[in-house]
């Protein structure tokens, strides 16, 4: 899977693996723990998401083997390879499941079961598109309303539905900062439904965007900038306004990386945003200061 889904999806499997465990595999129970996934280090390759599910009965501990998935291909033999090692290092029940994030209506190659001669072996396929997304509406947990956007909107059209996923996920957000990252999760995977182009346009209309010129960094980049000239002063003070819940490393980190890339001259702004997984308009800021310095040059 690309690497910028599988980044969103590990930020937020963890507070939303129950209510999703519930609404898309029909699972409860009482807790689930990170258990050391040994597979990655005897067959290199690493199971997506592997929890053990704790009940109170103790007996009934099992294991919890998520997969997502983007492309429809066979992964049959895949699954009963990880099947076998984690009954083999855990011996314990092992639940699998295979979550698909594409678009196709009707899946050809990706089927719910390994089989040849000697061998059976079956796990469960569910497209998250087949999924009411009311269900993940219903949720009071943030990262769990975000798997709405990939979910079915029955009769809703997708502008009505994105209205409601954003209105939800604003409402349980307990800041700007948090809703923000959950504003550039949910607009990378709406590219997923090709709804990207729609999603930017609703969010603006609905004025869910990070209001800089409330902010006080973006004020000190304006005083800044009276004494730098206009113009630079507002590019620091929204560079300084995005950088508002990245840590300093990170920031160095991005800056560095956006500033090489802009320099080579070969990347548009979007894309090196999308490529180092930071806000737009922090890449702009940066491009109009290697603008304005080179005008003075």
Do not use: C
């Not at 004025?207 to 113009?231: S, W």
């Amino acid at each position: 899977m690309a690497n910028i889904y599988d980044r969103i999806i590990k930020e937020i499997i963890e507070p939303a693996l129950k209510p999703l465990a519930e609404i898309a595999l029909g699972l409860r129970f009482d807790q689930a723990v990170e258990v050391e996934d040994k597979i990655q280090y005897t067959l290199e390759r690493e199971a997506d998401h592997l929890k053990m599910l704790l009940f109170k009965d103790k007996v009934a501990r099992q294991l919890l083997h998520l997969e997502f998935h983007l492309p429809d291909e066979d992964i049959g033999s895949i699954m009963l390879l990880k099947k076998g090692m984690l009954n083999l290092l855990f011996n314990l029940k092992v639940l699998q499941y295979v979550i698909y994030l594409g678009d196709k209506k009707r899946l050809k190659n990706l089927k719910p079961f390994f089989e040849d001669e000697f061998t059976k072996h079956s796990f469960e396929v569910i497209a998250i598109q087949s999924l009411d997304y009311h269900k993940f509406l219903q949720s009071s947990v943030p990262e769990a309303v975000i798997w709405a956007i990939l979910a079915d909107y029955g009769g809703d059209k997708p502008e009505l539905a994105i209205q409601r996923i954003l209105q939800k996920v604003n409402e349980l957000s307990k800041d700007k900062t948090v809703f923000g990252k959950h504003l550039r999760r949910l607009e990378v995977l709406s590219k997923l439904r090709k709804l990207q182009p729609v999603f930017i346009q609703i969010s603006k209309e609905m004025a869910f965007t990070y209001d800089l010129k409330t902010d006080i960094r973006y004020k000190q980049g304006i005083e800044v900038g009276k004494a730098k000239g206009k113009k630079e002063g507002i590019a620091v003070g929204k560079a300084e306004g995005i950088e508002i819940g990245m840590n300093k490393g990170e920031i160095k980190k991005a800056t560095t990386a956006a500033t090489k890339m802009l320099k080579t001259k070969r990347f548009t702004a979007q894309e090196i945003a999308d490529f180092l997984d930071v806000q737009l308009d922090l890449v702009v800021a940066i491009q109009q200061k290697l603008e304005s310095k080179a005008k003075k040059k």
